[in-house]
Every structure is written in structure tokens, then in C-alpha cells.
């Protein structure tokens, strides 16, 4: 099975930016989806193919992927944007997500 | 556009679990249902897909022969029904979608996720 691989943690500084990386194997080959997660409450969808944000996501959100590494930038890190996040692909038939990553915004 | 669970369920070792989800505002057929779960702590696992279209349904290596997933496309319901529960199974199961038309979407609407606590 597919796997991909987050950092557990990474913390950021309001208005500073932040990076969660995604590593899988030829990653590029793939899109990925990235999905914020507070605690309670259901995911929410804040990018998609690599790099495009859902109607309603803030700009600050961006993306890249490149190799075996995909990167979910938060630019301009808001308090708000603490959360976990998972990055998410298709393998063919399969959805596998990565472990996640608590952003922690101090 | 919506998808409602149905409510938190206990359940014994060994005994079946059945969760509905229901679409609405959108065409039913056009995107699969997955189900993910996420227990205590821990991080989004998926399960599986369904077709409601077709019916088909593919799963997660680790849940197969385990799991069922249905629909009722005249209620635009889904269904996931997980037997032989230990503790382990104890964890939020969330329906979600994504169009079928294109993988490339990821998944956009999630339902609010049923509670499954399974103990003796």
C-alpha cells in the first residue's frame, strides 16, 4: 500500500509562514489534497491537485509538489490556523492519507 | 450540499455496527461515499468507497471481509455496516465525498461523523 509520510508536529509564529511537508514515493506522479482538522470537528478540504484552494479558503493557503515531497504553505499564519492537517492522495484505487501534522501557531 | 450521519452508537465485543449517511443538494450518483475513521488520538484511516451509482465498492486491505457498504440511491443513503467489533473499532467514522468524474478533486463535503464506542 501506498504510504505517506508528515512530521508529527511543526510550530509556527502568528504572521510568520508555515510549512507541512507530505513525502511519498514519486509523489509528483500523484495530486494531493490537503484537509485542515480542529479538534471536534469534521475535515475540511483546503487544497486540492497539488495547489488549488476550495471557494472559501483563505489565499495564504498554498501548495506545491515536486519529487517525493508535496508542501502545504500557510503564509501570513493566522492563531485560527492552528489545527491538524493531512495530505492525501489517490493511489489507484486506494485513498490513502498521510499521518498528519499539528500545527501549533505560538 | 450535506451529508447527515446517523447517531453515536455502543456496541459489544463481537457485534455488528451499522451507519447511515444521507446526501442532499447534490446528485447522489455522481460521487463515491468514503468512509474514514479516526480513533482516539489518532489520524484520518480510510476505509473505503462506494459507487452509489454502480454499487461497486473497494476497501482498505485491513478492513476487508469485514466491512459492507451500501446505498438506497431512491433516499440518497449510504451505509457502512462493520462486524466483528473489538475495541480497537472504537473511533469517530465519518462519510465523506468526492466526485467520480475526476480523482483529482480530493474531498470536498464530509458528513459530521458518527461516534462508535465498542465495549464490554
Known amino acids: 500500500s501506498y504510504e505517506l509520510t508528515q512530521p508529527p508536529s511543526v510550530s509556527v509564529s502568528p504572521g510568520q509562514t508555515a510549512s507541512v511537508t507530505c513525502s511519498g514515493d514519486k509523489l509528483s506522479d500523484k495530486f494531493v489534497s490537503w484537509y485542515q482538522q480542529k479538534p471536534g470537528q469534521s475535515p475540511v478540504l483546503v487544497l486540492y491537485q497539488d495547489g488549488k484552494r476550495p471557494s472559501g479558503i483563505p489565499e495564504r493557503f498554498s501548495g506545491s509538489n515536486s519529487g517525493n515531497t508535496a508542501t502545504l504553505t500557510i503564509s501570513g499564519t493566522q492563531t485560527t490556523d492552528e489545527a491538524d492537517y493531512y495530505c492525501q492522495v489517490w493511489d489507484s484505487t486506494t485513498l490513502p492519507f498521510g499521518g498528519g501534522t499539528k500545527l501549533t501557531v505560538v | ?120
Open chain 2, 1 to 120: 450540499v450535506q451529508l447527515v450521519q446517523s447517531g453515536a452508537e455502543v456496541k459489544k465485543p463481537g457485534a455488528s455496527v451499522k451507519v447511515s449517511c444521507k446526501a442532499s443538494e447534490y446528485t447522489f450518483t455522481d460521487y463515491y461515499i468514503h468512509w474514514v475513521r479516526q480513533a482516539p488520538g489518532q489520524g484520518l484511516d480510510w476505509m473505503g468507497w462506494l459507487n452509489p451509482n454502480s454499487g461497486r465498492t473497494n476497501f482498505a486491505q485491513k478492513f476487508q471481509g469485514r466491512v459492507t457498504m451500501t446505498r438506497d440511491t431512491s433516499i440518497t443513503t449510504a451505509y457502512m455496516e462493520l462486524s466483528r467489533l473489538t475495541s480497537d473499532d472504537t473511533a469517530v467514522y465519518y462519510c465523506a465525498r468526492s466526485v467520480i468524474a475526476d480523482s483529482s478533486y480530493g474531498v470536498d463535503v464530509w458528513g459530521q461523523g458518527t461516534t462508535v464506542f465498542v465495549s464490554s
